[in-house]
T-cell receptor
Framework: EAEVAQSPRYKITEKSQAVAFWCDPI?????LYWYRQILGQGPELLVQ????????DSQLPKDRFSAERLKGVDSTLKIQPAELGDSAMYLC????????????FGPGTRLTVT | GDSVTQMEGPVTLSEEAFLTINCTYT??????LFWYVQYPGEGLQLLLK?????DKGSNKGFEATYRKETTSFHLEKGSVQVSDSAVYFC?????????????FGAGTRLFVKA
């Protein structure tokens, strides 16, 4: 069964350092999402791509976060510089797009900023 | 704006007990509704969905009915198992002019004791 791949699974970094996460969606899925999930809360959308274009990044802290999906396939989310409050689970999801809203999630990357 | 409210956890049940997790929503138009489940250390998995009023979504013994008159989508299971222990998220996608951004509730943690 096809799955969304994410790496790394765990990342520990010091504040003010740069960190990057990678996501490979299910083949053929046009829409890719990055979410942040703080412990005990639901996922919060950071950025949504349709193919290589950003369609929603209204909740992305653009002073320190960036995301790209250059060829419309895999994607990278970067934080520079990391802050203590960035400690969370970062989830990637994908869907076929259009009016199909079912999302398939990867296992996530747990980030700890010290 | 659109929102999802679900009952606070944790919910603790004995094996074979009946489960209800309440979910209500606020949305304009006719959203699609979802239940996702998150097992420890994993990403979210779609459990079931309903796309229009009076639809019943079902999967793995779980079911939920889209009730527009009460703006609710309560999750039920007749007999829970220890393996059902997880966090359950109710979610909606407004669709149409409301956009395609999925909004998640805060999650309800379920513990099932043997």
């Amino acid at each position: 069964e096809a799955e969304v791949a994410q790496s790394p699974r765990y990342k520990i970094t010091e504040k003010s350092q740069a960190v990057a996460f990678w996501c490979d969606p299910i083949s053929g899925h046009a829409t890719l999402y990055w979410y942040r999930q703080i412990l005990g809360q639901g996922p919060e959308l950071l950025v949504q791509f349709q193919d290589e274009s950003v369609v929603d990044d209204s909740q992305l802290p653009k002073d320190r976060f960036s995301a790209e999906r250059l060829k419309g396939v895999d994607s990278t989310l970067k934080i520079q510089p990391a802050e203590l409050g960035d400690s969370a689970m970062y989830l990637c999801a994908s869907s076929l797009g259009g009016r199909v809203h079912e999302q398939y999630f990867g296992p996530g990357t747990r980030l700890t900023v010290t | 704006g659109d929102s999802v409210t679900q009952m606070e956890g944790p919910v603790t049940l004995s094996e074979e007990a009946f489960l209800t997790i309440n979910c209500t929503y606020t949305a304009t138009g006719y959203p699609s509704l979802f239940w996702y489940v998150q097992y420890p250390g994993e990403g979210l998995q779609l459990l079931l969905k309903a796309t229009k009023a009076d639809d019943k979504g079902s999967n793995k013994g779980f079911e939920a009915t889209y009730r527009k008159e009460t703006t609710s989508f309560h999750l039920e299971k007749g007999s829970v198992q220890v393996s059902d222990s997880a966090v359950y998220f109710c979610a909606l996608n407004p669709g149409g002019t409301g956009g395609f951004k999925t909004i998640f509730g805060a999650g309800t943690r379920l513990f099932v004791k043997a």
